[in-house]
């Protein structure tokens, strides 16, 4: 159903647990996904936006059984739909990176971080410890936006700055083995 509120169009969701989007397109092989345990036993997905993962997600997975978090760019969900939740990701053929069961290491600090890395990271709009899928993911959506055939938005002098970040990223942090 599709309201209008102020003059947009907003996309209302049936609280029956059963999402009223259609998705839209459909989500290519190997996408990137990294899932870890929260400390209240919920699993956290992180992945790189893509409209048409999220409308599957939601449709896969019902609004009780997930959340968003804007601060963090992450879904929480509940471990009531773990079995759902790799059945979509493995129906759908992501590439996840699963580190439910991996103890946490200690945190680090920027100054444990070699410089290069530092800013890498920075370039590539990622967190230190971000794993390599979701930085991955990343440098392709930079690199789409800031690719010099680009119209509106083609810089080559970040094209050649992301890709050089991608270069050093990749140096550090090694690719995730398969896992499902």
Request: hydrophobic share 40%; with cysteine.
């Amino acid at each position: 159903m599709r309201m209008t509120a102020f003059g947009h169009i907003v996309d209302l969701e049936d609280r029956s647990g059963v999402g009223t989007r259609t998705p839209v397109g459909h989500i290519p092989p190997g996408f990137p996904v990294r899932l870890t345990a929260e400390p209240d036993g919920r699993i956290c997905l992180e992945s790189g936006f893509q409209e048409a993962f999220v409308a599957h997600l939601k449709d896969a997975i019902p609004w009780t059984g997930r959340a968003w978090v804007g601060t963090r760019k992450r879904w929480l969900i509940s471990p009531l739909y773990a079995t759902e939740l790799l059945a979509f990701l493995r129906c759908h053929q992501a590439r996840v990176q699963d580190e439910r069961q991996r103890a946490a290491p200690a945190p680090l600090t920027p100054a444990d971080y070699p410089p290069d890395f530092v800013g890498a990271c920075a370039t590539l709009y990622v967190v230190l410890e971000a794993p390599y899928v979701v930085a991955e993911a990343s440098w392709k959506a930079l690199s789409r936006l800031f690719h010099p055939d680009n119209q509106s938005w083609g810089d080559h002098e970040k094209s050649v700055a992301l890709n050089a970040a991608w270069g050093v990223f990749k140096s550090y942090v090694t690719p995730p083995e398969e896992e499902i």
